[in-house]
């Protein structure tokens, strides 16, 4: 199974600090995503990070991916409470087909 | 972009019985996703529909399990059919761009419990 594995599994942080999530996966991949889920609703995406990419901001996040490590980080700065949710990365090797991870529950504590 | 709307949103289910999800795109879509997310857990793959063909299910279900249709470019069901308690999950249905693993839009997502 090419199912990422992300650190923490669960974070609790202070508005305002950084939080930063980590993913594993096992082999190559095109790309690497991120979503956001809120109690345990519909994901959406937050970021594509292409395997020939380094480094990449929107907004708030940045994310890197180290292809030697086979692993990508997501930084999410100046963290607020409404950005408490559940962040997976995901996967693929080809086609359509995503594999996710298996998740990071942020809390963003006022 | 692609907006889906799912439903129902919740479900509360008696043993043995099925369940149809439904899932409108405010597009035509290719390819559809069924993704199955059991308690605290991460997705799961259940199956992919294109119209026009059978759906290709995954590794560990089948198609008398969670029998899917697509009969148009812009909708999908999925039914989980003579359900146990372990079907009890968040089913969520999704669509994606035309390239290689592209980003996903997804429904709001179907919170079932079995009794």
């Known amino acids: 199974s090419q199912q990422g594995e992300e650190d923490p599994q669960a974070l609790s942080i202070q508005e305002g600090e950084n939080a930063t999530m980590n993913c594993s996966y096992k082999?190559?991949?095109?790309?690497l995503q991120w979503y956001r889920q809120n109690s345990g609703r519909g994901l959406v995406h937050l970021i594509l990070?292409?395997?020939?990419?380094r480094e990449k901001h929107s907004g708030r996040l940045r994310v890197t991916l180290d292809t030697s490590k086979k692993s990508s980080s997501l930084l999410i700065t100046a963290s607020r409470a409404a950005d408490t949710a559940s962040y997976f990365c995901?996967?693929?090797?080809?086609?359509?087909?995503?594999?996710f991870g298996t998740g990071t529950q942020l809390k963003v504590e006022l | 972009s692609a907006v889906i709307s799912q439903k129902p949103s919740r479900d509360i289910c008696q043993r043995g019985t099925s369940l149809t999800i439904q899932c409108q795109v405010d597009?035509?879509?290719?390819?559809m996703f069924w993704y199955r997310q059991q308690p605290g857990q991460s997705l799961t793959l259940i199956a992919t529909?294109?119209?026009?063909?059978?759906?290709?299910?995954e590794s560990g279900f089948v198609i008398d399990k969670f029998p899917i249709s697509r009969p148009n470019l812009t909708f999908s069901t999925l039914t989980v059919s003579n359900m146990s308690p372990e079907d009890s999950s968040i089913y969520l249905c999704?669509?994606?761009?035309?390239?290689?693993?592209?980003?996903?839009?997804f429904g709001s997502g179907t919170q079932l419990s079995v009794l």
């Open positions: 995901a996967t693929t090797g080809g086609g359509n087909k995503l594999t």
């Open positions: 082999t190559s991949i095109n790309n």
């Open positions: 990070i292409r395997s020939n990419e």
């Open positions: 597009s035509q879509v290719t390819m």
């Open positions: 529909a294109n119209q026009g063909s059978e759906a290709t299910y």
């Open positions: 999704s669509t994606g761009g035309t390239g290689s693993g592209e980003k996903l839009f």
